[in-house]
């Protein structure tokens, strides 16, 4: 798809800060189909005549750009390139669109009468999925059949009922990130975790679900650990996982987790098997609020995740299990060096496939946050992971920032180090 009059070149293209974007979905959990309706305010930056935005799976029926409407060519480009009506940076526009896609395939976990979005939310919506600097808010609403529930980002600002139909509006409040957003609406039963902890913690299941309350048990315990770590209280007043039974999911969104039964199960006869919901909700800080500036740093977030969770068990179950995990980390990563070498963690090149990355962001950054907590020593180290966090939530950030932070702990220098670990010099 292409608006009329453009024939940009790349240079010609300026890029957007995104600021807000205002989403209505018309679901029918049980079919593919949806239909959607959007409001994006964005800024452009810097000079150029023209914008342009991957839409991917969408199909846009009608456009309009500061009220005023774009004709649309269809040219199979999958993306949409508007012209503004200035050439000179700057300038605040907003986008109108109505669309529709399939709800199906990558980015979308469906069951029965239940359909979720799992981190492509630029599948659902125009943003763009990579653009981890760029943080806006949502205003997303979902349209359901009567009797199913919805589960989207911050908290829920209106509830309509029309015509056997209920429309929830949900308010990230926050602004985040394009791929922390998502949704989960179906037919689904909530349960509110009875806990000590301050902040709601909420379970939605299918119907029929069993032993909930005994699966995500342990939640308000690592909310308060990772509080401690953070240095930073969750900032937000609920936090809710969706449990998907005999599912595979395991991903973070603004205010909520989908955790799949498949690694969860595991838990009731092992309690120790506890690390989808440590992992999923140490994102809440680690990712979704102090956010990786672009996949090369993106250990940041899942390093650091997954470290944690070694660091959650070992509190809770023993230095044992902390070793555990991190041999574990070192023997995916060491497998990774035999087969094609090692890299630095901030590596900007390319893997070979996301298990490769996931060796080296996550794996090797575990194992180096290891390193560097015995090098450092307890106390300068946590202070350091304090710092970082809480020092940059809402925020961007590359690996620089996590190594002025470790280093403003310590009169010995940390170059070298990190030079080896991370920048791979
Ligand atoms: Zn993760």
Not at 135 to 146: A, E, N, Y
Not at 234 to 252: D, F, I, K, N
Not at 338 to 356: N, Q, R
Request: charged residues 25%; negative net charge.
């Amino acid at each position: 798809m292409l608006a009329s009059n453009v024939q940009a070149s790349a240079d010609d293209i300026a890029a957007v800060d995104l600021l807000e974007s205002d989403v209505a979905l018309v679901i029918d959990p049980g079919s593919a189909g949806v239909r959607g309706q959007q409001s994006l305010t964005f800024d452009k930056l810097g000079a150029g005549r023209r914008v342009t935005f991957e839409t991917e799976k969408l199909t846009v029926l009608q456009a309009s750009l500061d009220g005023k409407a774009v004709r649309l060519v269809e040219d199979g480009s999958r993306s949409l390139t508007l012209r503004l009506p200035e050439a000179e940076a700057g300038g605040r526009h907003v986008l109108k669109l109505s669309y529709e896609f399939e709800a199906k395939g990558r980015g979308f976990v469906r069951q029965d009468e239940l359909l979720a979005s799992s981190y492509f939310a630029c599948d659902w919506m125009v943003c763009n999925q990579e653009d981890f600097s760029d943080r806006f808010h949502l205003t997303l609403s979902l349209d359901l059949p009567k009797g199913m529930r919805s589960i989207g980002p911050g908290g829920i600002a209106s509830r309509q009922d029309r015509e056997g139909r209920t429309r929830t509006t949900w308010a990230s409040g926050e602004a985040f990130p394009a791929y922390v957003y998502g949704f989960a609406v179906g037919r689904l039963e909530r349960l509110t975790l009875e806990t000590p902890c301050e902040t709601e913690l909420v379970v939605f299941a299918p119907p029929g679900a069993s032993d909930l309350e005994k699966m995500f048990e342990p939640s308000c315990n690592m909310l308060r650990f990772f509080e401690e770590k953070a240095g930073a209280a969750y900032p937000a007043a609920s936090y809710a996982q969706v449990y998907l039974p005999g599912s595979r999911a395991a991903q973070e969104a603004a205010s909520h987790s989908l955790i799949g039964g498949v690694f969860l199960d595991p838990i009731l006869e092992q309690p120790q098997e506890d690390w989808v919901i440590a992992h999923e909700l140490a994102h809440q800080w680690w990712g979704n609020r102090v956010t990786a500036q672009d996949l090369s740093h993106f250990w940041l977030n899942e390093g650091i995740v997954t470290f944690l969770v070694a660091a959650w068990k070992e509190q809770r179950w023993g230095h044992e299990a902390y070793d555990k995990e991190i041999v574990l980390a070192e023997a995916r990563w060491r497998r990774r060096i035999e087969t094609s070498g090692d890299v630095g963690l901030a590596h900007d090149g390319s893997y070979a496939s996301l298990g490769d990355r996931r060796s080296i962001q996550y794996y090797k950054g575990a194992v180096f946050l290891d390193r560097l907590r015995d090098a450092v020593g307890e106390e300068a180290f946590w202070q350091g992971l304090a710092q970082f966090t809480a020092g940059h939530i809402g925020r961007s950030v590359g690996s620089q920032n996590f190594q002025s932070a470790m280093q403003d702990q310590t009169d010995e220098p940390m170059d070298t180090l990190f030079d080896e670990w991370v920048w791979g010099r």
